[in-house]
């Protein structure tokens, strides 16, 4: 089943949010809970973080469009990926279920937000995923500061 996964592009000028294509394996099915899902997404995610990694085509100049763009982000490189530390799957998985319980990020789909935090097992949350539903995953930021 193909979903689209909405991303934020750093440093874009216009759309700051675009669309990728995630292909999920077979075994999510359409009535899926929360915690499957994130293992299936979380899996892609490092499984393409690996493919960049053994990537070794450097780009040998970058446009000065290509510059432009970099600059808004505050980081003009080649997107390639010196780090030689590699993810461990089951690390990933436990850690992005982990953010999830403690509210570091909201998931959406198809612009319902999927909130199982008041259920007493929100990873069991029930999510109809179709062919094309869009999900966005959005990063909440912890405010800091004196009370006053």
């Not at 999510?28 to 053994?54: H, M, P, S, W």
């Given at each position: 089943?193909?979903?689209?996964?909405?991303?934020?592009?750093?440093?874009?000028?216009?759309?700051?949010?675009?669309?990728?294509?995630?292909?999920?394996?077979?075994?999510?099915?359409?009535?899926?809970?929360?915690?499957?899902?994130?293992?299936?997404?979380?899996?892609?995610?490092?499984?393409?973080?690996?493919?960049?990694?053994?990537?070794?085509?450097?780009?040998?100049v970058l446009t000065s469009?290509?510059?432009?763009?970099?600059?808004l982000s505050g980081k003009?490189?080649?997107?390639?990926?010196?780090?030689?530390?590699?993810?461990?799957?089951?690390?990933?998985?436990?850690?992005?279920?982990?953010?999830?319980?403690?509210?570091?990020?909201?998931?959406?789909?198809?612009?319902?937000?999927?909130?199982?935090?008041?259920d007493s097992l929100p990873?069991?949350?029930?999510?109809?995923?179709?062919?094309?539903?869009?999900?966005?995953?959005?990063?909440?930021?912890?405010?800091?500061?004196?009370?006053?």
């Amino acid at each position: 089943m193909k979903i689209k996964v909405n991303v934020k592009s750093v440093g874009a000028r216009r759309a700051s949010v675009s669309a990728m294509d995630f292909e999920l394996p077979k075994e999510i099915k359409a009535q899926t809970t929360v915690g499957e899902f994130l293992d299936a997404v979380t899996a892609i995610c490092v499984a393409q973080y690996k493919k960049r990694q053994n990537e070794s085509e450097i780009l040998k100049v970058l446009t000065s469009e290509q510059i432009e763009e970099k600059s808004l982000s505050g980081k003009i490189g080649f997107g390639v990926n010196y780090g030689t530390n590699s993810p461990v799957l089951k690390e990933a998985q436990e850690n992005s279920r982990q953010c999830y319980l403690d509210g570091i990020f909201a998931l959406f789909v198809d612009g319902k937000e999927i909130s199982g935090l008041k259920d007493s097992l929100p990873l069991e949350t029930p999510i109809e995923l179709h062919e094309g539903s869009e999900v966005t995953f959005i990063r909440l930021t912890m405010l800091a500061g004196a009370m006053w």
